[in-house]
């Protein structure tokens, strides 16, 4: 099972989400609801584990336990945020039980900043620490733990007079208003004017301008300290998210195709005898590179600069080894089991053609929703909206769900893109069995953070369905015109970025579709000559 059978089993969970339906309000909590959570939980909860038992380091198999546990629950966290959207919508429809979804999404994310600037950061500094027996114990930072515990500590301390600087700077928000007054004569009806159209207020045919009086002023809020944490939050993970969901819409359903056009197909025994020797000969070079490090680790005279660029060497080592055994395995699946299981490759195909229709979608909802200034048209709103049959919204909840689970989805595909293609970037990668757990802490981190613009966008993007809910009251409205920040919302600078990355992502895949390989040979060679 690799990444994509991992996202494709959380894409499932979403579709199983909770959403509202257009019936009449209800008072109790819906079983069925009940139920659906507790499966979505579970199933999102094996993905994750399959997931860090597939990426995992053969030697991180069964040591560094605290890492795992903070990496599981981070991204388990991360993946049921985007979830809560679908209750808090049947919530505010009176089919949620009359629970404070506010609340929830204030503990939620209070809990998402204790994760990302507490816990990851002590298990990250905990397993970087290696265990010194010389080191003095009965000190406050002698033990690896202790170590660990100063540096998080340090670490969240900075965040915290960040957020706290941040709160007394920008603890308000100013929400654009339109203030509708009706003039009523003596034994005339009151009408109704708070009508909404893709979240721009508007006077009902009912009341024509000459009886209703409309102003325009700006109404001052002031904002709580979770409420400013949670756009602290946002702003953040709006820069990984910009970049990893720009390079995952386009990334993800392209390779996933090419998956299927570049899969193993039978061959000669001839024709593997050859492809055999050409993997002998890479394996001769890594063996040389290997002899080279066992002399420069035996050397104790070595500069910083010098030990620095082996560190750097090293990594490409293990990247090469890494790809010479897939390749291998490659070799082996095409010879001897004749190109190995063509449905499943099919499927990926399937899955690609799928991928290629939501991302257009998304693209296009961005450009008709999103980024005027007047909507053109709601586009999926509509879509979703017409999915909820009463009294059966099972498709309205695939389809929600789908949508917004294939945004995490992208920003995680988006991830390990840039961090096996764009090594500048300094992220550390995730390859399947040799991640180890410092960069599924990292990961977890960045994920962590995306999931926050995941749920804001989500928000932003679908108003009608979201109509009425906690989520669209938090980030529509005071996170959105929070002071300071306010203009990346106005402008759309990270929606606007995102669509260019998507473009250039494009144009780059195109180009070098199968740029891996020569990259490869280029850094094995290049790297013997150093040797």
Request: hydrophobic share 50%.
């Amino acid at each position: 099972m690799d990444v994509h059978s991992l996202l494709l089993l959380l894409l499932c969970a979403a579709a199983a989400s909770p959403t509202a339906s257009s019936e009449a309000p209800s008072t109790g909590v819906n079983a069925m609801l009940i139920i659906i959570v507790i499966a979505m939980a579970v199933i999102t909860g094996f993905a994750v584990v399959l997931m860090i038992v597939k990426f995992g380091h053969p030697d991180d198999k069964n040591v560094a336990k605290f890492p795992k546990i903070v990496t599981f629950l981070g991204l388990w966290l991360a993946f049921a945020s985007v979830l809560i959207i679908p209750y808090d919508v049947a919530n505010s429809r009176g089919q949620g039980g009359g629970l404070d979804v506010s609340l929830l999404w204030m503990i939620l994310y209070i809990t998402l900043a204790i994760i990302c600037f507490g816990l990851i950061p002590y298990a990250f500094f905990f397993y970087e620490s290696d265990p010194d027996p010389n080191r003095d114990k009965s000190k406050c930072c002698g033990s690896q733990a202790g170590s660990a515990l100063g540096y998080a500590t340090a670490f969240m301390v900075i965040i915290i007079l960040v957020l706290v600087i941040l709160f007394a700077a920008f603890n308000e928000a100013e929400v654009p208003v339109k203030q509708i007054t009706q003039i009523v004569k003596p034994g005339q009806r009151l009408i109704s004017v708070a009508a909404l159209n893709n979240g721009t207020a508007v006077l009902p045919k009912a009341c024509p301008e000459t009886e209703c009086l409309t102003k325009d002023f700006i109404w001052t809020i002031n904002i709580s300290f979770p409420v400013c944490v949670m756009a602290t939050l946002a702003l953040l993970g709006w820069f990984f998210f910009t970049f990893f969901v720009g390079v995952g819409l386009v990334a993800l359903p392209v390779d996933l195709i090419n998956e299927f056009r570049t899969r193993p197909k039978s061959i000669s025994t001839k024709t593997w005898i050859e492809e055999k020797r050409d993997l002998a000969k890479r394996a001769g070079k890594l063996i040389e590179i290997g002899q080279g490090f066992q002399k420069a680790l035996e050397s104790t005279d070595a500069s910083r600069k010098e030990r620095k660029k082996l560190s750097k060497t090293l990594r490409q080592f293990e990247q090469n080894y890494y790809f010479l055994k897939k390749d291998y395995k490659y070799l082996e699946i095409s010879h001897r089991y004749k190109g190995g299981n063509t449905l499943w490759y099919v499927f990926k195909l399937f899955l690609g053609i799928i991928g290629i229709a939501v991302s257009l979608t998304w693209i296009v909802h961005i450009c008709l929703f999103i980024l005027p200034s007047t909507p053109v048209h709601p586009f999926l709103n509509n879509y979703f909206t017409a999915l909820e049959f009463p009294g059966f919204p099972l498709f309205g909840v695939c389809a929600f769900g789908t949508w917004s689970y294939y945004l995490m989805w992208a920003c995680i595909k988006g991830n390990f893109k840039l961090g096996v293609r764009f090594l500048f970037w300094k992220i550390y990668p995730m390859e399947i069995n040799n991640t180890m757990m410092n960069s599924f802490l990292f990961n977890t981190f960045i994920v962590l953070l995306c999931s926050v613009p995941t749920v804001q966008f989500c928000a932003r993007a679908f108003p009608v369905y979201a109509r009425y809910t906690d989520v669209n009251m938090l980030f529509g409205t005071q996170v959105q015109y929070m002071k300071g920040v306010s203009i990346f919302w106005e402008y759309n600078v990270f929606v606007i970025a995102m669509v260019v990355v998507s473009g250039l992502t494009g144009l780059f895949l195109f180009l070098k579709p199968n740029d891996e390989a020569a990259r490869i040979e280029f850094e094995i060679a290049k790297t013997v000559d150093d040797y």
